[in-house]
């Protein structure tokens, strides 16, 4: 059985493919929002019934992922200036629903203190790798991730770089026991 749908001017095809078949992180939709309140409601209305997760990652009420995510996020990690774009990674990568201006405050090089003694600590013994810990609700999140600790020839230096490392950093953000 298969559904024609449309969101937002782009067509859907949807098939049912019986309940041998599951959602999994491997198709996500993504949710551009341009404040801080379209984030909140996103993420609220969303994950209502569902999980939330690390770095804007979310399961709806289905098991439907999605990416709730600010608009000038691309903007900040594409900057030309590999220092701030790297800052903001490691500002994201802390979070569940991104926040807006910790982002902003992390690409102006204005980081909480908690933030960097998290990242200098765990940075210390593992470069430039996201490790993963588990809190007190044994849920995965990601603690550290610190492009700027790696050597030089291997930072992010363009803005291209940049995209590419941001999409790497979410595929290694996705909740425990995805592929």
């Known amino acids: 059985m298969t559904v024609d749908f449309e969101l937002d001017g782009q067509e859907f095809v949807a098939l049912n493919g019986g309940a041998q078949y599951h959602f999994t992180e491997a198709v996500s939709f993504v ?3 341009e404040t801080q309140d379209e984030v909140d409601e996103f993420w609220e209305k969303l994950s209502e019934g569902g999980e939330q997760g690390p770095c804007g990652w979310l399961k709806d ?12 996020l691309g903007e900040l990690i594409r900057d030309a200036d ?3 774009s790297n800052r903001v990674m490691a500002a ?3 979070m569940g629903k991104l926040e807006i201006e910790p982002l902003r405050r992390a690409y102006e090089g204005k980081r909480t203190a908690v933030a960097v003694s998290r990242l200098t600590s765990a940075t210390a013994t593992r470069p430039g790798r996201l490790s ?19 050597p030089a020839a291997s930072r992010t230096s363009t803005p291209k770089a940049a995209v590419l490392s941001f999409r790497a950093c979410l595929r290694r953000c996705r909740p425990q026991g995805t592929p």
């Open 61 to 72: 009420k289905y098991g439907l992922s999605w990416q709730v995510v600010p608009t000038m």
């Open 132 to 150: 993963l810990s588990r809190s007190r609700t044994s849920e995965r999140r990601p603690t550290c991730f610190s492009p700027t600790t790696r």
């Open 92 to 94: 994201m990568l802390q």
């Open 31 to 33: 949710v551009n929002c």
């Open 82 to 84: 590999p220092a701030k």
